[in-house]
Each structure stands twice: as structure tokens, then as C-alpha cells.
């Protein structure tokens, strides 16, 4: 089945303490992204890959780390997580070009940062 | 401004009702117009996508674009109440390095 794989679905930490969610796809997709959801704000893109070794800044990249080691996995990482970090997370994966526009979506994780 | 506007609603009608969502941007370089549906507690999913004006039917939706003045709607016929989500609007522009500008989404309740 082809699917977007983020671990974990809900994770609650404390500041300041490193933490990674996973995302991973089946679908040989190049093009790779991380977005968070807020009320009031939609889906807004922190990161994305183009391909291995290929990442860019999107619009809110503050406080977030990625890698593309390899083609099915984009993990995001927050060294310093802080309360305004709280959201609920999506990674997305796509082929490029105008397949673009269809992105595959992960269950979306929900984070708390206390 | 925001690039891409959207109601927030929440929009509720009665089952077999006919659904108008909309949305408003401002860049004229939007070239692809997506419509995603998302359901409680999951990812959004591609509902349909149309590229530059006009219109696209799949089944029960209809998807419009209208570039002259930067507006797009979706319409749902006999709506559901497995369609009562949320439906968040995309756009972007033709080149692949353009990303995809997301509404905030419209909550749709379809009343059994």
C-alpha cells in the first residue's frame, strides 16, 4: 500500500529537549516536505527536499533541522524545542514537476512542548 | 495579505444540499489550483487539481477557476455526510520549483 509514514502519531516533551519525528514514504517520491497546521493559519511548509542531499527553507524553517539521506526518509528535528513549536505536524511526499500538486500526506503527528 | 484567502466557516448544511466553497488569492503567478479534503484526526488528501481557468467535473464535484478575478470555488452536488470535512484550497505557481500556498480550510458539516 503506498503510504507516508510519520512516527510518533503524539508526542508531549518539555523544553529544550532534542527531539526527531520520523517520516518515511513508499512511493520513490523526489520531492519530500514538512508542514505544520495551525488554527486559523492552514498548512504552512517548514521545510522541503527535492531530492537526497537536497533541502530548502520554506516559510516558517525557525527552530527546525532536516536531512535527505536517503530518498524515503525526510526526518524533522527540533534541537531546542520551545511552546511556540506546539502544532500539529505533516510530512508530505510527491513526484516532481506537475505531480507536485498531488501530495501524499502522513497521519500528521501532534506535538506538545510544555 | 495573506496570498490565498479562505473562510474559516464552520459552513453546515442538510444532506443533499449543494456545497459552494471558495477562496480568493492575490498572486497572478498561480497556475496550478488544488483542492484538498481533510478529515478529522488524518492528513489532507488531493480531492482534484485543474491548471490555469475553467472548469473540472469529477462525479459529485465541480471545481472552478476564475484567474481574471483571482477566484476559485469548489461545489459538491448532493452532498454527503461523509463529505463533512475540511477543505483546504492550494495553489501554485508552473515552475517545479514553486511551492504549494495552502488556504486555511473551510469546515463543512452535511446535516443527516
Known amino acids: 500500500e503506498a503510504q507516508v509514514t510519520q512516527n510518533p502519531r503524539y508526542l508531549i516533551t518539555v523544553t529544550g529537549k532534542k527531539l526527531t519525528v520520523t517520516c518515511s514514504q513508499n512511493m520513490n517520491h523526489e520531492y519530500m516536505s514538512w508542514y505544520r497546521q495551525d488554527p486559523g493559519l492552514g498548512l504552512r511548509q517548514i521545510y522541503y527536499s527535492m531530492n537526497v542531499e537536497v533541502t530548502d527553507k520554506g516559510d516558517v524553517p525557525e527552530g527546525y533541522k532536516v536531512s535527505r539521506k536517503e530518498k524515503r526518509n525526510f526526518p524533522l528535528i527540533l534541537e531546542s524545542p520551545s511552546p511556540n513549536q506546539t502544532s500539529l505536524y505533516f510530512c508530505?511526499?510527491?513526484?516532481?514537476?506537475?505531480?507536485?500538486?498531488?501530495?501524499?500526506f502522513g497521519a500528521g503527528t501532534r506535538l506538545s512542548v510544555l | 495579505q495573506k496570498e490565498v484567502e479562505q473562510d474559516p466557516g464552520p459552513l453546515s448544511v442538510p444532506e443533499g444540499a449543494i456545497v459552494s466553497l471558495n477562496c480568493t488569492y492575490s498572486?497572478?503567478?498561480?497556475?496550478?489550483f488544488m483542492w484538498y479534503r481533510q478529515y478529522s484526526r488524518k492528513g489532507p488528501e488531493l480531492l482534484m487539481y485543474t491548471y490555469s481557468s475553467g472548469n473540472k467535473e469529477d462525479g459529485r464535484f465541480t471545481a472552478q477557476v476564475d484567474k481574471s478575478s483571482k477566484y476559485i470555488s469548489l461545489f459538491i452536488r448532493d452532498s454527503q455526510p461523509s463529505d463533512s470535512a475540511t477543505y483546504l484550497c492550494a495553489m501554485r505557481g508552473y515552475s517545479s520549483a514553486s511551492k504549494i500556498i495552502f488556504g486555511s480550510g473551510t469546515r463543512l458539516s452535511i446535516r443527516p
Open positions: 508530505a511526499s510527491s513526484f516532481q514537476g506537475a505531480q507536485q500538486n498531488i501530495q501524499y
Open positions: 498572486n497572478s503567478a498561480f497556475q496550478y
